[in-house]
């Protein structure tokens, strides 16, 4: 395992802190065995068994690398999603999902799905105007990222613009053919050709994208107000927005609360405190079952919603 680089509390703190010997306060999700996918260079973990142990670990991982886990997660204080690492595969911690306080913008790892397209690590480099100006072309700063063949150019955009905190829609990126066609890599190549330019629409197999390609991109927005490690104003809105539709998801309704509406949570055959996913779930549940299709010899059952 590598060694850690530094440690770093949930506030962003750094510094190494004695790891809690109590049990975690909160209620962990239950799950069963799972992998995930490193999808940036550092990641963050708790060693030992307890969640809420404050000490942070922050650790250098190849992008597409695998994680073993239990499948069980834990939600911070801050909102950060952690999960337990398998400790039979790997050394026993939690590492963080997603979540804010750390510096890193977008999910760390991602969960792998059954029967899930082969993925494509791509490479950008790091634009001119962030990087070290003595650098040899040679020597110059690259990331990685990861989408999947059917994933859309917007996507690309979008973790590039995590990456460098840049705006995506001041983003132009070139097909692979640009790799053929120019000789200096990354940002400072100026695309000429219109039909080397993809539309957002395009998906990276369209585009003619393969596992380890560079992307050729040209940014036109202002330099002033970006910079690698910092939050880009639009993700920042994202992540706001995100949060209100997480929490109006998790609203339940207290027991007595909307007498109005018991006679429809009792058509539903819900509970009035069901949460409100459950009640989206339930109701297209209800309205598969009765469709039309499904009973097309008998009018009566598919109306009986």
Known sequence: ????????????????????????????????????????????????????????????????????????????????????????????????????????????????????????????????????????????????????????????????SLLFGLNPRALIIGSPKCNDAVTTPGVDTYIAQDEMLLKDHMTIAEAGFKDGDEIQYVYTGDWSSIGEGQAPTWARKEATRTEKARTQRARVLEKGSCPELIPHFQTLGLEETTPYDDIKRHYRRLALQSHTDKHPDNVEEAHRS
Request: aromatic residues 6%; charged residues 25%; glycine residues 8%.
């Open 1 to 160: 395992m590598p060694e850690a680089v530094k440690a770093s509390t949930g506030d962003g703190q750094h510094g190494y802190s004695t790891a809690l010997a109590s049990p975690p306060t909160q209620d962990l999700a239950a799950a069963s065995h799972c992998e995930y996918r490193v999808m940036q260079a550092t990641i963050f973990k708790k060693p030992g068994t307890n969640p809420e142990s404050s000490k942070v670990l922050k650790l250098k991982r190849n992008v597409g690398l695998t994680v073993h886990t239990t499948g069980r997660t834990w939600t911070g204080p801050q909102g950060g999603e952690w999960v337990e690492l398998d400790s039979i595969v790997e050394k026993p911690g939690w590492v963080l999902v997603e979540g804010p306080g750390f510096g890193i913008h977008g999910p760390m790892l991602q969960k792998i799905e059954p029967e899930e397209e082969t993925p494509l690590i791509l490479t950008v480099v790091k634009p001119s105007e962030l990087r070290d100006a003595t650098l040899d072309l040679k020597d110059l700063e690259t990331r990685d990222f990861v989408v999947s063949p059917s994933a859309k150019i917007s996507e690309a955009k979008i973790w590039i």
